[in-house]
């Protein structure tokens, strides 16, 4: 079988299973409450344990992939993601429940760098379009397909099987992992930064944790307010240590690369403005237009569509336009589209704003696969497994940064207006204003050099030679004329 295809599958499988599992549960709540004996508001504070442990362990899975090889390592993920599943699907008090979920986040934490990490060391650069358009596709379909399944499962089967469904999903990928993916490791691994392991871990998770319940109304103000301030602050710190260390965690060196700098810091912006869409979207659809979970899942599952239809083109798309000219006019587009969710009312047409999320899918889509892409087209080979951490920190922050904005925003709406239940009306400024943030985005991508990731995408940019002079041609033949006339002479 062609590695070229198989591999991508084989991240993408994982990675979707991911994914999906962080947003399943989110219409499951009250029976699994019911089910383990406490209340939804404490099970949903519990699950925010797993985006906790997410933010700790991203950074040691560069140096871990290094030391013991990416295809043991994604393969262990794999099998420490399909343990916290089983621990979840058999808790029986809020405790078990919450260790099965950080058990959950460490798979996690290490499935999807180091996921990449292997994509990006099996795979030559010239079919690298095409593969991370594949990994992509989870990325955007998982949030939208999991809130659905997750009513459907326990409306007419048992929430158990939530959970129980990513065990043959994590056999076949272990087992594909192990047959079609080559060991490949570092010969001379860094020496672990075991300081910055613990002020980056204390740093992103104030950070992640702060982010992910902030506006949410589930912790007081002050704590929510505590928790970010200890994570800017642990953060800060991990910064001045990371300068004096050869070999930190997370290499913020890195990005002194045009196009590592553009893909964090214009990808940061775009993701936190798409970031909110799954949060925002079926919000309006339930509380807003009254529909069920269910219901509201399969309206905004429709953007998956246009995300699926991206990754035949994607590859095409951006050979013949460019990185630069791509991205930068991609990332206004998306936000147009992004924004416009903000004129769905209940008397909109279905189909309508069915056709708004198809495309938007499309144009979001191909922006996630050239941001994953571009990211990693100046790496050197010994550095892949660092980039692959950063970019992972941070596509991890900018998700819960976008939650938390649009929360805060339908909230201080909400407090504007002197209105105390939340209906269609108080969505349109949130989608407004994360429309805003992703639009920005494009300032760091028409940054970039016309020929930025020219070496991946295939597109050659040819600069042209100054136009020459006829009036100077003509001189330096006269000049030339003379020169020889005197030597004659």
């Known amino acids: 079988m062609n590695k070229e295809r198989v591999i991508p599958l084989i991240v993408a499988a994982a990675l979707f299973m991911e ?27 519990a699950i925010t344990s797993y985006l906790l442990s997410l933010a700790v362990f991203i950074p040691a899975s560069g140096w871990t992939a290094d030391r013991f090889g990416a295809r043991t390592v994604f393969s262990a993920a794999i099998g420490v993601f399909m343990l916290g599943s089983i621990g979840c699907a058999i808790s ?33 650069k010239s079919a690298l379009v095409n593969a991370m358009a594949w990994v992509t596709v989870p990325a955007l379909i998982g949030p939208v397909i999991g809130p659905p399944l997750g009513g459907f499962i326990t409306t007419y089967f048992s929430w158990h099987w939530i959970f129980l469904i990513n065990i043959p999903i994590g056999v076949l990928g272990i087992f594909m992992a192990q047959r079609f993916i080559d060991p490949i490791r570092s010969d001379k691994p860094d020496r672990f930064d075991l300081i910055g392991m613990v002020l980056s871990g204390l740093g992103l998770g104030g950070l992640a944790f702060g982010l992910s319940v902030a506006g949410l109304g589930l912790v007081p103000w002050p704590i929510v307010a505590g928790l970010i301030g200890g994570g800017a602050i642990f953060t800060t710190l991990y910064v001045r240590h990371a300068r004096r260390t050869d070999s930190p965690v997370l290499d913020f060196s890195l990005m002194r690369l045009a196009t590592m700098r553009a893909s964090i810091l214009g990808g940061f912006l775009f993701r936190l403005g798409i970031g909110a869409l799954p ?202 004329a003379s020169a020889r006339d005197q030597k004659l002479g």
Do not use: W
């Not at 962080?22 to 949903?44: R, Y």
């Not at 099965?100 to 996921?115: C, D, F, K, W």
């Open 19 to 45: 994914n999906m599992d962080s947003t399943v549960i989110a219409t499951s709540l009250p029976a699994i409450a019911a089910d383990i004996g406490t209340s939804p508001l404490t099970l949903k504070l």
């Open 92 to 124: 029986s008090s809020i405790n078990d429940f919450v260790i099965a979920r950080v058990v959950q986040g460490l798979g996690g934490a290490m499935m999807t760098p180091v996921g990449r990490l292997v994509l990006l060391r099996s795979i030559d």
């Open 279 to 480: 949060f925002l979207l079926p919000l309006l659809m339930q509380l807003g237009f009254g529909l069920s979970p269910f219901q509201s899942g399969l309206v905004t599952f429709t953007s998956a569509v246009g995300s699926i239809f991206m990754k035949t083109l994607a590859a095409r798309i951006i050979r013949s336009f460019g990185f630069r000219n791509i991205m930068m006019v991609d990332a206004v587009v998306s936000a147009v589209f992004l924004a416009a969710c903000a004129l769905f009312t209940i008397s909109t047409p279905l189909l309508l704003i069915v056709i708004i999320l198809i495309v938007g899918g499309f144009f979001r889509s191909l922006q996630f696969t050239a941001l994953n892409t571009l990211a990693y087209a100046d790496i050197e080979p010994a550095k892949m497994s660092r980039a692959t951490t950063l970019v992972s920190v941070a596509q991890q922050l900018a998700i819960s940064a976008g939650v938390a904005i649009g929360a805060f925003s339908v909230e201080a709406t909400m407090a504007l207006r002197h209105v105390s239940e939340i209906n269609a009306d108080q969505f349109g400024p949130a989608f407004v204003i994360v429309g805003i943030f992703a639009a920005f985005s494009g300032i760091f991508f028409y940054k970039l050099p016309p020929d930025a990731g020219h070496q991946i995408s295939g597109r050659m940019v040819v600069i042209a030679e100054p136009a020459s002079d006829p009036d100077a041609e003509e001189a330096a033949a006269r000049e030339t």
